[in-house]
């Protein structure tokens, strides 16, 4: 047989050809896919990069002291700086407080060391009648931090353009002069709390979650359909109804004065006047919080669950299996990949959530979103909110990764 | 679920057990919803139940926070609303557009890379919304959209995709490829294939993605929390910020229209989830 190759009618090999019309299909494929892939990388993935590079950018400060820092460069840090670095700091920062910009300066030093704020601000109404000459002497006498060497190594840590400074305060850690990482000074380690309950409440919701999901998603699946489309109007209702209106509705249950509590005062468990707080504490948060999250724990588990066919658990027992252990080693290991997408939603987003721990949870309460949204609305340090926010990216998309090593991530589904 | 008669007495126990079990689950689920309800109609500024109330004495009943929703000289639900139908009717229709038209592609068997693009396109709904309004509010205030509705609508466009991907792409894995062939052998040039055939098969996934869509818009907080100027507050900021200051009945009545809605649009994705089911099994 000869090596002849197929020709389509129009002469062209066939192999060709059909590359030809193979390459067709991927672009048309690709056409269609790309005007939302754009606009997502646009607007959506290009800013997450953005808000990476600004938890570590530090080149304001830079542009702020370019004198200073450069007169620093060849100063040892033993002793206090010689004239010309004073003088390179009357360079930079006369204009600075001229054009009343010193604001930020204030702020950035302040972070590192604190003391600068109210140092810098006397500086700022001095620095007019400033001679021009024996600088030195005019910044010691203007205030005491100018007299010490601390805070002219902290001037020369903030140099370098890029600092993940934030990263370590996110984890209660800070540089200390000789720029070595140590522990945050005891009464201000708030973040580690704030992580670990952050952690602790989406563990727990999701296991609240998981406990009264597997029941009834059970039952759902295996009740007629006449009643169980019922009853999944109880699931399905609150999954649609506004979060807003989820979470005022504990409110309007969780208060002092509110039904909860007249129950429990009623059975007897408390005194009128002795009614416990259920509202602005972790209680409130969990509660809340699982009766939120459920329907997405129940509709992967209910979609799972149907899928089972009941032969199996009666081929079971038919086998002399009791009830406990049919369900243990069938139906149960059957409804995994199910458990899996339902803890996976909860927990992600559990440890996101935001709204309810911000309005049930009061202070004890409080998630680390709510303070990612609060540096980024109240305390104005967004470079901070940006390492926070990175912190928590990492830690989702971990563990997306790892459960997408466990069970794959494509059996998620909507309702 | 009735047992059978044989069935011996600690099964039994354990069955009715689990019925109990399971009705306390449906209660707490769907309970705390109807608290809102009659409290709403409270004639006094309280949230708790008045006296007359529990007696069911009508004057223990009243519209009046109704009336100070839609009236009242101070409330801002009417701004508010009409942003919130704004913005959100933009964004259902920009989400529906471009993801319908991105899960085609995706769906196609000649799209390569599939999962990595499907990871990306969906990512909005995987990254956390605290993360996603910080990025998006950076973004915004960069290309001078911040406290603007295009950019609020922009940002729910974002939100609202990825639902509308899932869903189309869901709808068109049970599709039948050769219909849309043999419309082509029949001499129907690919856009009104699309428009005749594709579409209506595909619409119930098309609808719901564009619910879940309006609703994502329509119910968000956090981005337009970090977005959002004095012109721009919707219904859902109205109601935070309502619930940081005070509880008060007129967000109770608030509350209950938004529970209305809500069972409205739940009876239509329903409807359209039994069509859609329908239409596909016709194809099988």
């Known amino acids: 047989m000869s090596k002849e190759q197929i020709l389509s009618s129009d002469g062209i090999p066939l192999e060709l050809s059909l590359k030809k019309a193979e390459r067709k299909n991927k672009l048309k494929a690709l056409f269609l896919v790309g005007p939302l892939l754009l606009f997502i990388l646009i607007t959506f993935v290009f800013p997450i990069g953005d808000m990476l590079f600004r938890s570590v950018d530090d080149r304001m400060i830079t542009k702020m002291l370019p004198n200073t820092f450069k007169a620093l460069e060849t100063w040892d840090g033993k002793e206090l700086p010689s004239e010309e670095v004073y003088k390179a700091f009357y360079d930079d920062f006369y204009p600075l407080a001229m054009a009343k910009k010193s604001g930020k300066l204030y702020q950035r030093l302040n972070y590192e060391k604190s003391g600068f704020s109210s140092g810098l601000k006397k500086t700022n109404r001095k620095i007019k009648k400033f001679e021009k000459a024996n600088y030195k002497e005019q910044f010691m006498k203007t205030h005491k931090i100018w007299t010490k060497v601390e805070y002219w190594t902290a001037i020369k840590n903030t140099a370098p353009n890029w600092s993940y400074a934030k990263y370590l305060k996110g984890l209660d850690l800070k540089f200390d002069e000789n720029r070595n990482i140590i522990q945050q000074d005891e009464d201000r380690r708030i973040h580690k709390i704030l992580w670990m309950r952050t952690l602790n409440v989406a563990f727990w919701v999701t296991v609240f979650c998981f406990i009264l999901a597997y029941p009834i998603s059970h039952l759902l699946a295996t009740l007629p359909m006449k009643y169980s489309n019922l009853l999944m109007i109880c699931v399905l209702l609150p999954f649609w109804t506004s979060l807003l209106v989820r979470t005022s509705s504990w409110m309007v249950l969780l208060q002092q004065q509110g039904p909860v509590n007249d129950l429990i005062v009623w059975l007897g468990l408390a005194a009128d006047d002795n009614r416990p707080e259920l509202m602005y504490n972790v209680i409130g948060t969990f509660v809340a919080m699982t009766q939120i999250l459920l329907p997405f724990m129940v509709l992967p588990l209910y979609s799972v669950m149907k899928t089972i066919s009941p032969s199996l658990m009666r081929a079971g027992k038919s086998l002399g299996g009791t009830p406990l252990t049919s369900f243990v080693k069938i139906y149960f290991p059957l409804t995994v990949p199910g458990i899996g997408a339902g803890c996976l939603l909860v927990f992600i987003l559990a440890i996101g959530y935001y709204i309810t721990p911000a309005l049930v949870g009061g202070a004890s309460g409080s998630l680390i979103s709510n303070t990612i949204a609060y540096h980024m609305k109240s305390s104005l340090d967004w470079a901070f909110a940006s390492a926070l926010g990175t912190m928590l990216l990492v830690g989702v998309l971990t563990i997306y990764w790892i459960y997408n090593k466990l069970v794959g991530i494509d059996n998620i589904k909507l309702g | ?284």
């Not at chain 2, 396109?121 to 960069?142: D, E, H, N, R």
């Not at chain 2, 991907?165 to 856009?191: E, K, M, Q, Y």
């Open chain 2, 1 to 284: 679920m009735a047992l059978p008669n044989h069935t011996p007495w600690n099964y039994r126990i354990w069955h009715y057990t689990y019925l109990f079990f399971c009705g306390l689950v449906f209660f707490f689920l769907i309970a705390p919803l109807f608290v809102i309800l009659p409290l709403s109609f409270n004639a006094e500024q309280y949230i708790h139940f008045s006296a007359k109330m529990l007696a069911l004495d009508p004057e223990g009943f009243s519209l009046r926070w109704y009336e100070d929703m839609i009236y009242g000289t101070k409330n801002p639900w009417g701004l508010a609303t009409k942003n919130s139908l704004i913005i959100a009717f933009f964004a259902t229709i920009g989400s529906t557009l471009l993801g319908t038209v991105a899960a085609l592609g995706l769906s196609s068997r000649h799209m390569p890379y599939k999962a990595a693009f499907m990871a990306l396109l969906i990512s909005p709904m995987i990254v956390p919304l605290i993360i996603s309004g910080t990025a998006i509010f950076f973004f915004m205030a960069k290309v001078g959209l911040a406290a603007t509705h295009t950019g609020i609508i922009i940002a729910h466009i974002i939100l609202g995709t990825p639902f509308v991907v899932i869903t189309v792409t869901a709808t068109l894995t049970g599709f039948d490829h050769s219909v849309t062939r043999a419309a082509a052998s029949l001499g129907s040039n690919p856009v009104n294939t699309f428009r005749k055939i594709t579409l209506p098969l595909i619409m119930p996934g098309v609808i719901s993605g564009a619910l879940f869509a309006f609703v994502t818009s329509f119910d968000e907080v956090i981005v337009v929390l970090f977005l959002a100027g004095l012109e721009n507050t919707t219904i859902p900021i109205q109601m935070w910020v309502g619930l940081r200051e005070q509880l008060s009945p007129t967000i109770l009545a608030v509350a209950t229209c938004l529970i209305i809605m809500s069972t409205l649009i739940l009876v239509s994705a329903e409807l359209l989830r039994r069509r859609s089911d329908r239409l596909r099994g016709i194809n099988r």
